[in-house]
């Protein structure tokens, strides 16, 4: 429920960040968005909750034109947006005070604000850290209550902005277990990140952006069947191993994936030994 | 730096269950009485009030006397200026050095004052969360034509609470590039000002990176600097209104 029609950016020091970029994401869905550093992932994204406005071109959000100005603060409580730096967007001086700051700002009642803060910090797993302190909290934690605060929002669509980029792999595990789950819980999550072999998996579409412009769009297997690369690791063992020789699939992603198509090869080929052996 | 000076300590009494507002109107009140005092009887009844108050609250009293430890150069100072700069008898001269005993009467009054003042502040502190002292003072300034300045209450009790998050993340950072700066070989050990300019540059640079970052995320998060609610609204009881009637009992007894 996302329309984007000819999307161009300027950005005052006269760099052009977006250059015509045309897109639709639809409601639900969990799209990914690759490419380098300074491609125009995260200009694009800030247009979706009206951080950035278009120099040219056209956003609509949940039917909403993103370009009105009354539509706002209606766009931002619909397209929540989590940042990649947890400390700096954590606001409160405790957990539950973070939370509350989006509802809070939404000037909703107390107890409205008490059942969401504590709804949300049960979603990401974390009501029994209510009154910590930043201070006392990882980075995954912190990370997955800035995820709590736009939660406590209500959106309809959560955009992460390269949000797993500062954190050890365990809490990155983490936090990408919590946005599956939201995801399947029926959110929109539109995923930036630099981290292709996280994103496979779980993504529905990947978009992969160059340039200020769209360079391709399409499933995860249609994406790897199009590149050389960036492409994670296992796909590259597999894609070497096919180059000599071995009959697998060069375009699985997945460790079981992988283990499967070698155990299938060696037996094909374990069984015509034994037949030219047997011929023999 | 993680015991930051004058913090909220956990705890459950009276007087952490009071009305921020009335220990803020309260701690007013007091501070005005305790500037006004010139006799060592009068400071003799506040250190009595302290005492009971610190019983009161169930907070160690040492914690709350070690809230003084900061400003002891500060206290010291004041009470040395008072003891040789005011005329009057001197105790003893060695030269141009004559302290007088008015200087030690009017020195160790000023002295008390201003340690009375931290100590009531402290007790503040320690009582009340600081998310509940922003409330509070925006609570008391929202009356105020702030619009005239463009500003709200709002706005002032998001301010507060801002430098009381970011203080520490700040303090972090100055840590971290000096420890980046003596790892390339900064030498400190006879000059501690050495290299204080070569902080500072990155720190300003950090600084307004993360004041930036931080306004993105809240205006993606609906800030608005207008009127917004709280997780903790505010509520006044019996034992508010009973306070707040003694203690302006008080004000105007002091005043007769």
């Known amino acids: 429920m996302i329309r984007i029609n000819n999307l161009s950016y300027t950005y005052p020091d006269r760099t052009l960040a977006l250059d015509g970029v045309d897109l639709s994401i639809e409601k639900g869905e969990f799209v990914a968005l690759i490419g380098k550093n300074g491609c125009g992932k995260t200009t694009l994204v800030r247009h979706l909750n009206a951080l950035l406005m278009p120099t040219s071109g056209s956003i609509s959000v949940f039917g909403m034109d993103t370009t009105d100005t009354s539509n706002v603060w209606n766009i931002r409580q619909t397209v929540g947006m989590v940042f990649q730096n947890p400390q700096t967007q954590f606001v409160g001086t405790t957990l539950e005070e973070d939370v509350a700051f989006g509802p809070e700002n939404l000037a909703l009642p107390q107890n409205e604000i008490q059942e969401r803060v504590d709804r949300s910090l049960r979603e990401v797993d974390l009501l029994e850290y209510k009154t910590y302190s930043p201070k006392t909290l990882s980075g995954g934690q912190m990370q997955r209550a800035a995820i709590a605060g736009i939660l406590a929002m209500e959106p309809q669509c959560i955009v992460l902005d390269e949000v797993t980029s500062m954190l050890d792999p365990q809490s990155r595990s983490n936090v990408l277990d919590t946005i599956a789950q939201l995801h399947q819980s029926g959110k929109t999550i539109i995923y930036v990140t630099q981290r292709i072999e996280e994103i496979l998996p779980i993504a529905d579409r990947i978009i992969s952006m160059n340039n200020g412009r769209i360079e391709f769009v399409g499933t995860p297997k249609e994406y790897l069947a199009s590149v050389e690369s960036p492409i994670p690791a296992v796909t590259s063992l597999m894609r070497k191993l096919k180059a000599k020789g071995f009959d697998v699939n060069g375009n699985v992603f997945t460790v079981d994936d992988a283990l499967l198509e070698i155990t299938k090869a060696t037996q094909v080929r374990d069984k015509n030994k034994t037949e030219t052996s047997g011929n023999g | ?256």
């Open chain 2, 1 to 256: 730096m993680d015991e930051l000076f004058l913090s909220y300590i956990h705890g459950d009494s009276i007087l952490y269950r009071l009305d921020p507002r009335t220990k803020l109107v309260t701690l007013m009140v007091i501070s005005i009485l305790v500037l006004q005092t010139f006799t060592f009887p009068c400071l003799g009844v506040f250190i009595i009030f302290f005492i009971l108050l610190a019983h009161l609250s169930g907070v160690s009293t040492g914690i709350l006397i070690r809230s003084i430890k900061p400003m002891l150069i500060f206290f010291t100072f004041i009470f040395l200026m008072h003891l040789f700069l005011t005329k009057g008898t001197p105790i003893f001269q060695i030269g141009l050095v004559h302290p007088t005993f008015e200087g030690l009467t009017t020195g160790t009054i000023i002295t008390a004052r201003f340690v009375l003042l931290i100590l009531f502040a402290s007790l503040l502190t320690a009582t009340t969360r600081p998310t509940m002292i922003t409330n509070g003072i925006e609570r008391l300034l929202r009356p105020l034509p702030l619009k005239r300045f463009g500003l709200s209450s709002f706005d002032i009790a998001t301010m507060m609470s801002l430098s009381i998050r970011f203080v520490p993340v700040l303090l972090n950072t100055a840590r971290q590039i000096r420890y980046a700066q003596i790892s390339r070989c900064l030498d400190i050990r006879h000059n501690m000002f050495r290299g204080v300019s070569t902080t500072i540059t990155p720190m300003i640079r950090e600084s307004l990176q993360t004041a930036d970052e931080l306004a993105i995320a809240m205006e993606s998060r609906c800030y608005q600097g207008n009127f917004r609610t709280s997780l903790f609204e505010l509520k006044m009881r019996s034992a508010d209104w009973v306070v707040l009637c003694g203690i302006s009992g008080l004000a105007v007894l002091s005043y007769i």
